[in-house]
Structure formats: C-alpha cells, structure tokens
C-alpha cells in the first residue's frame, strides 16, 4: 500500500461540506486530484471497512475497491474518469464493493469532479449506496411475477392482461392457441383491433366500459360470438382491475372460458330429460326409482297408477312390499340384497296385488346406477298376466296335441296292425297261387294284379308308420359291413312289379368291383326302392329308368334317372318336404302319400350322405345319392346261401287268431315240405308246444288269452323247448315292437305280411344249424 501524504488534505473543503457529507445515509467519499482520499463519511467507513485516520492520503482505487458482479473482474473506478474526462459518471449498475474484510456489498455509485475557482478539477466527490435490500426485493419481486407468469402460462383458459387503455400487455399460451393469434400480433395492441377486429364485440365493450368506468369486477359475464378462425363460440369472461406494480398503473385481467361444448351438453342434457321424462310419463310399463340404500319409492310414473291403484303421493317413500310386489318386508330386502350386491334382479313372474286387492302377474328387471352423485335403482313392472295366461293355454294346447300325437301314432300303430292282418293272408294267399304252375291265363292275369295291388298297398301301410319316426326322430339305424350290390338287387327285385306293369325299360349298371359300406341293409334298400317307385310312378309307359352305381374318391353315388314328366321349378326346393307331392289329378293315377322322399333324405343323412335332385319339366329327373364307403376287406367272405324251400323238413307251429293267415301259411308251409301244426290264441300255443314240440314257432303277438308276449316268455322258462326258435310275425312293426320282441326271446321279428321267402329263409338256417 502507498505511503500517505502528511500534508492535510481537507484545506480544500469547506467545513459545511464535511457537515453535509456526515449526515446523509449514502455513503460518500472525496479525493483529491492524484486519486488520493482526502474524506469518509460514517455510511462510507462502514461499507469498505476504512476508518478516516486509515483512508486519509491511499489511493482511492485500494479503498474503494469494486469487481463485476458476475465475472468478478475489477471494473473501472468512476473517480478515474471523473478526474480524466472532468465529468459527472453516473450510477453504475452491477457492481460490487469489496470491503477491508472481504465482505462483498451490491452497490450503486457515481464520481463528480471538484472544481477550484479557475474552474480546475482539484478532486472528486464519489457517492454510493447498499443496494442489497433493494436487490433482494427486486429479486423477490421477480420470483412473483415469474411464478405468476408461469401459473397464466399454463392456465387451459385463455388470459390476457390489459392496460387502462385496453391495450394488450401480455397473454398466455392457451389464448393464441384457442383463437389461433400470434404474439407479435397481439401485444401492445388495443384489443378491439386484435385479429382484424374480430374483438371488436359490443357486449365485450360494454363489460370493459363498466370495469374501467366503475371499478368493479365481473364475473361469468357470457358472449356468444363467430370468431373467423374457429366459428361460433360461446365465452364465459371474467374481468377485474388490480394495481401494477409499480403502482403506476391499473391494469385489467380478463379470463375466457369456452362453454360451447358445455352449453351444447347442457342443451343436449335438457333435451334428453326432456325426452326421458316424456318417455317416463307415456311409458305402457311401470317404472319406480328408488333410493338404493333406503330402498324407498322417490318416483313413479303414472302407468304405475294405472296398474297398481295408488296416487303419485301414496307411492313417495313406500317400499316395495307395501305397495304389493313382495310377499313381505323380509321377502323385499332379500330381494333387494341380491340386487345392491349383483347390480341386477330379474323375476319373470312375480305375484301381485293392488290397492284393492286384485292379483296380478308381472315382470319385474332391478338395476342400480348413479345419478348426481348418488345411487338410485329403477324397476321396470309389466303386466304379463294376459301373456301368463295365454301360455298357460299354449301350454295347455301344446300338452293336448302332445297327448293327440301320442294318440296319433297309437293310432298309426293300430291302423297298421289292422291293414296288415287281412294283407298277410292275401299275400300268402297270392304266394300259392304262383306255386301253381297249370293255372288258365285269367287266374294268373288276376293273380299278378292281386300281387301288385298288394305290393302298392304294403307300401302305403310301411310309409304310414314312417310318418310319425320321421317327425318324432325315432328312426334307428342297424348298421354292419355289407355290400351294395345285394342292397340293389333286392331293391330292383321289389319294384319290378310295378316298373314291368308299366312296361318300362331299366337299365341296371353296377362297377365289377364290390363296394362295401357300413349301413342298415334293409333302410338302403328302402331308399332304393322309393327312388324306383318314385320314378316308375312318374314316367310314362314304355319309358326309360337308369340305376348307376359307380365310386367317386372315397365316396359312392347312386343315381336314378328316368324319362318322366320331370319336377316343377317352384316344387324343386321343397322336393324332399314330408307330405309334397307334384299337383295331383282327380283321377290320382300316381298315388302315394308324400312320404317316401322325405324318408329317403332322413335315411340318406342318417347314413352321413347326401341326397340331390336334378330335373326339369318335360326332361324326366335324377336323384343321386351320395354315400361314404368302407375300405375293401382283405379277404371277402362268400355271402351265406339262402336254404332252398325243398330243404329237410322242419316242425313249425303256426300261432295266429286271424284264421285265413294261420290256414294259407300252413298251407305254404306244407307245400314246402314242412311239417305244422296250427293253433289261434295263446293257451292252445303252450299246450301245442309241449305236446308237439316245435322247431320253430311262428308266433303271432295280439293273441286272445295270453298275447305273444306271454307265450314266449313262458316257453323260453320251459327246459324242454330250450331250444325251440321263437319268429315274431306280427302287424306292429315300431322299433319299440321290435326291440320289445328282441327282450322278451324272440330271435326274429317278421312284420306282416311278410315274404315267405324271408321264413324259408329262416327256415333254412334253423336246417344248416341243425346239421
């Protein structure tokens, strides 16, 4: 530090500026024209740590000693320039002075040149204040207005901030974004002029007049208004005036709030309580709301009135029980358990009872939902009584042609078993007359007619009882390993009757390789036979029939076509429906029932095929039917030859009431070598048996005494006739008669009238085993 001058300094100032000096606040500190002090202050003593005595002749830049407030360089000193340009050096800003201690002070300063009476500069007067309380409420300042700045700038209503003189002085984010302005384009402009007028709104105006005029603040004031850039908006605005700062202005905050889409939920809302409510009053069910915790009846419509009796007023605060929809208080709350756990009840035929004490039947839906905060559940009640009663009486009728239809099929079954008791003589009966062989040519033209009439009427009889398996399901299948070729010819065998009396030409083709499937022989040969039957029916004399047979991959075809009349295009579709038929004559030269068809589909389905026409009027028809095969056995067993009726002769016993059945099948019997004995009811057949002691017994079912049934059962416990063969042959041909028979010992179930080659058959095999 240099050394200080012993001369004293202060003869240059006058005592009254020493005085001056010492009694202001900020601090003040002289030189003379080397830069040295020359005086102090106290403020100045007590900001750089100098006293008087320690400041008085050092250079002014040791003393006085600041830096920049953020690089911390040393900053020029004011006196220097005082003295060089001879100038006043005004305040500096960003300056701190660094005490005697260390201590660092912001300050404020500025150096004025002294000057003598020549007008010389003969030192300088520096004064400087503290500005750290200033700063440090500057600073604080500044937090506020940028923590408010912040909280505007992320306020998702748009804010602007204007002036007394409607001018813009700042907005947030959410205002040029919501009316899609620029900043440069918004601040320091007057807000009528914002947007190329767009602002210029005359509720608007009238708002801030009266905020500026009065004083006041507004609240919730609304506009409506078309904005170019975003349409017709509803604002809510909210206005008030503050103080600036500084204090030297007001100023004028003012919020937006887009309602649009409110006001248009708003407006759909009441439209909706509008229409629910009108719904709710025109409503044809019943409709109660209730308070979900107490359960009690807040509202009711006037349907409810009308069902139940009460008033409006008699249903508000009712529970559920009290007004006669449960039982009981108990039965209620049980009910309404249930509900506030699940959310939902539902009771399709809850009892009722009104005001008066009528009993009604209802449907009842409870469900629990919230509105405005709070849980309420509506019922929805509707009288179901006429329906309840009306399904009673369907239920009744249904019962009733349940019942007609078990009666129906009772009465099939009985029909069936009376037509083929009188059908089993006749054919047995044509059966001898073609043993005959010397017979004149109008014995055996009669003969082929009975034959064929026969074959029509059997048919007819068989599709009867069809009817009732076909819509009840109770078809039944018993399928095994067989072979197509058998299933045709047996086909062919039964419809040449009728396809050789009409004179037709059938043309049978069959591949030379054996095609197995697994299926119901005698259900195929059925098929087989409707389709013949059908088509000899429909083609006229002399006309063509074509059964092919060929394989297709896996699957097998069967196709018959002919040169009939062909199928109409409207009765196509509905060809395989139970009871179609092609329009009939009067003279019904075609005959038949509308049933085998349909059974033929239902048979072919049952056996996984398919069945499908192909036809057109004029141009005859085909059917092809469709059948999976089985694969080719590695070794084909021979089929089992049938026995020949003059085979070794058997003792058969004929049980039968009907005497012309048991007199023309004894008399077929004998004439085929057998041996046999005939008895009509079931007592004479047990005392028959043990006395005769049949191989085999022909065994008739509705027997006066004791029925088939019986008979068999007590023969099957007779150890004597162990081995006797029982043959069912009977009118009653329902799975159930058959499956009956197969209980109650009977080996075979022949359904009259039946083939007498199907009981020579039977007859023969009782032979081979026998041997």
């Given at each position: 530090m240099p050394e200080a001058k012993s001369e004293p300094v202060l003869q240059i100032q006058p005592e009254w500026c020493r005085v001056t000096f010492g009694s202001i606040c900020d601090a003040v500190i002289t030189t003379d024209a080397t830069g040295r002090v020359t005086y102090l202050n106290s403020a100045a003593e007590s900001l750089t740590g100098w006293t008087q005595n320690e400041a008085v002749g050092v250079l002014l830049e040791f003393v006085f000693r600041i830096v920049h407030h953020k690089t911390g360089k040393p900053v020029e000193n004011p006196t220097v320039r005082a003295l060089r340009d001879g100038a006043i050096v005004g305040l500096a800003n960003h300056t701190l002075l660094i005490a005697k201690d260390g201590a660092e002070h912001p300050i404020e300063d500025s150096a004025s040149p002294i000057r003598n009476e020549q007008n010389e500069v003969v030192g300088v007067v520096l004064?400087?204040?503290?500005?750290?309380?200033?700063?440090?409420?500057?600073?604080?300042?500044?937090?506020?207005?940028?923590?408010?700045d912040n909280i505007i700038a992320t306020m998702r209503d748009p804010f602007?901030?204007?002036?007394?003189?409607?001018?813009?002085?700042?907005?947030?984010?959410?205002?040029?974004?919501?009316?899609?302005?620029?900043r440069e384009d918004t601040e320091a402009r007057h807000i009528y002029d914002l947007g190329d007028g767009q602002w210029n709104i005359p509720r608007l105006r009238t708002l801030l007049e009266e905020v500026l005029r009065e004083n006041r603040s507004f609240q919730n004031f609304d506009i409506e208004h078309v904005f170019p850039a975003i349409g017709k908006r509803i604002m809510l605005l909210n206005a008030s005036r503050f103080e600036s700062v500084n204090g030297q202005s007001e100023l004028i905050l003012l919020a937006f709030e887009d309602i649009t889409d409110r006001k248009r939920i708003e407006s759909a809302l009441q439209t909706s309580e509008v229409r629910y409510r009108r719904l709710f009053e025109t409503a044809k069910d019943g409709i109660l709301i209730l308070d979900a915790k107490t359960l009690r009846i807040i509202d009711a419509n006037p349907f409810m009135t009308e069902l139940l009796g009460y008033s409006h007023d008699e249903f508000s605060g009712k529970e559920l029980w009290e007004i006669g929809l449960f039982a009981d208080k108990q039965a209620s709350q049980a009910a309404y358990k249930e509900l506030q756990e699940q959310g939902y009840i539902r009771y399709d035929h809850l009892p009722l009872e009104t005001k008066h004490g009528e009993k009604a039947e209802v449907e009842f839906v409870s469900n629990i939902y919230q509105v405005n905060g709070g849980s309420v559940a509506q019922c929805n009640i509707r009288d179901i009584s006429a329906r309840s009663r009306l399904e009673r009486e369907l239920k009744e009728?249904?019962?009733?042609?349940?019942?007609l239809h078990h009666r129906k099929d009772e009465f099939l079954a009985m029909l069936s078993h009376e037509l083929r008791s009188p059908l089993a003589p006749i054919s047995n009966a044509v059966q001898l007359l073609r043993l005959r062989k010397n017979e004149d040519p109008v014995q055996e033209r009669a003969g082929a007619i009975i034959e064929r009439q026969l074959t029509q009427l059997t048919r007819l009889v068989d599709d009867?009882?069809?009817?009732?398996?076909?819509?009840?399901?109770?078809?039944?299948?018993?399928?095994?390993?067989?072979a197509l070729k058998s299933i045709v010819d047996n086909a062919v065998e039964t419809a040449r009757t009728l396809i050789g009396h009409r004179r037709h030409e059938l043309t049978v083709s069959l591949p030379p390789q054996p095609i197995w499937l697994y299926a119901d022989a005698s259900r195929l040969e059925q098929v087989i036979v409707n389709l013949l039957t059908n088509a000899a029916k429909f083609t006229d004399e002399r006309g063509h029939i074509w059964l092919t047979v060929q394989q297709d991959g896996e699957n097998c075809l069967i196709k018959l076509r002919d040169t009939g009349v062909g199928i109409a295009p409207e009765l196509l579709p509905h060809i395989f429906d139970l009871f179609t038929?092609?329009?009939?004559?009067?003279?019904?030269?075609?005959?038949?029932?509308?049933?085998?068809?349909?059974?033929?589909?239902r048979l072919v389905e049952m056996h996984g095929g398919k069945v499908v026409v192909h036809s057109a009027l004029g141009k005859g028809s085909e059917f092809i039917v469709k059948l999976p095969m089985m694969p080719p056995a590695e070794t084909a067993s021979p089929p089992a030859e049938e026995g020949e009726p003059g085979g070794p002769s058997r003792r058969v016993l004929v049980v039968d009431d009907s005497i012309d059945t048991a007199a023309t099948l004894e008399m077929l019997l004998q004439s085929a070598g057998h041996d046999v004995r005939v008895v009509h009811d079931g007592p004479s057949a047990l005392h028959a048996a043990l006395d005769y002691r049949p191989e085999i017994v022909l065994l008739d079912i509705g027997l006066p005494g004791l029925d088939g049934f019986e008979v068999a059962e007590r023969l099957r416990r007779e150890p004597t006739l162990k081995g006797v063969v029982l043959v069912a042959l009977t009118g009653y041909g329902q799975e159930s008669d058959r499956q009956r028979s197969q209980d109650g010992g009977f080996n075979f179930h022949l359904v009259k009238p039946a083939k007498f080659s199907m009981v020579t058959q039977i007859l023969a095999n009782v032979a081979t085993q026998a041997t």
């Open positions: 004064v400087f204040r503290d500005v750290t309380e200033r700063m440090r409420k500057e600073r604080h300042l500044q937090e506020a207005l940028s923590f408010a602007v901030v204007l002036d007394n003189g409607l001018r813009v002085i700042t907005a947030n984010r959410s205002f040029y974004h919501q009316f899609q302005v620029k009728q249904t019962e009733a042609l349940a019942d009867l009882m069809e009817v009732s398996r076909i819509t009840s399901g109770r078809i039944h299948l018993r399928q095994e390993r067989v038929q092609a329009e009939r004559s009067l003279d019904r030269s075609q005959g038949g029932l509308g049933i085998g068809l349909a059974l033929v589909q």
